[in-house]
Nanobody, 129 residues
Framework: EVQLVESGGGLVQAGGSMRLSCASS????????IGWFRQAPGKERERVSA????????YYEDSVKGRFTISSDNAKKIVYLQMDNLKPADTAVYFC??????????????????????WGQGTQVTVSS
C-alpha cells in the first residue's frame, strides 16, 4: 500500500521560510516521481514542483522559481520542499503525490496533477502579511 505523509506546515510571516516533508512508503522509490501541489480555498489544485529522484530531474512552477527548492533523501524516501521568501499568495493546503514513472523516458517528469495516482492528506501553509 502506497502511503505519503506530509509534515512541516504551519503559520509564517511573509518573507519567512518553511520546509515541508513528504515521507513515502510502499513504493519502489527509484521508479517514482514525487510532486508537490497546492490548493487554496475556492481555487483549483495547482502544481508547485516535482522531482524524479532516480534521475535528479526537477520541475518548478514559474510562481515559485527562485524561492522554492525541491530535494530528495533517497535513503529515507523523503522529498523536501524548502520554501523561502514566502508570500501570502502561497497560502494553501500543500499535497505531495506519487507517480510510477517506470515506463517514462529517462529523466522525464510528469507535472500535471491528474497524472499522479497516490496522494497524501495535505498540510496547511498559511503566510500572513
Amino acid at each position: 500500500e502506497v502511503q505519503l505523509v506530509e509534515s512541516g506546515g504551519g503559520l509564517v510571516q511573509a518573507g519567512g521560510s518553511m520546509r515541508l516533508s513528504c515521507a513515502s512508503s510502499g513504493i519502489t522509490y527509484a521508479d517514482y516521481a514525487i510532486g508537490w501541489f497546492r490548493q487554496a480555498p475556492g481555487k483549483e489544485r495547482e502544481r508547485v514542483s516535482a522531482i524524479r529522484p532516480s534521475a535528479g530531474s526537477t520541475y518548478y512552477e514559474d510562481s515559485v522559481k527562485g524561492r522554492f527548492t525541491i530535494s530528495s533523501d533517497n535513503a529515507k524516501k523523503i522529498v523536501y520542499l524548502q520554501m523561502d521568501n514566502l508570500k501570502p499568495a502561497d497560502t494553501a493546503v500543500y499535497f505531495c503525490a506519487a507517480k510510477d514513472v517506470g515506463d517514462y523516458f529517462t529523466g522525464s517528469l510528469p507535472i500535471h496533477p491528474y497524472l499522479y495516482t497516490d496522494w497524501g492528506q495535505g498540510t496547511q501553509v498559511t503566510v500572513s502579511s
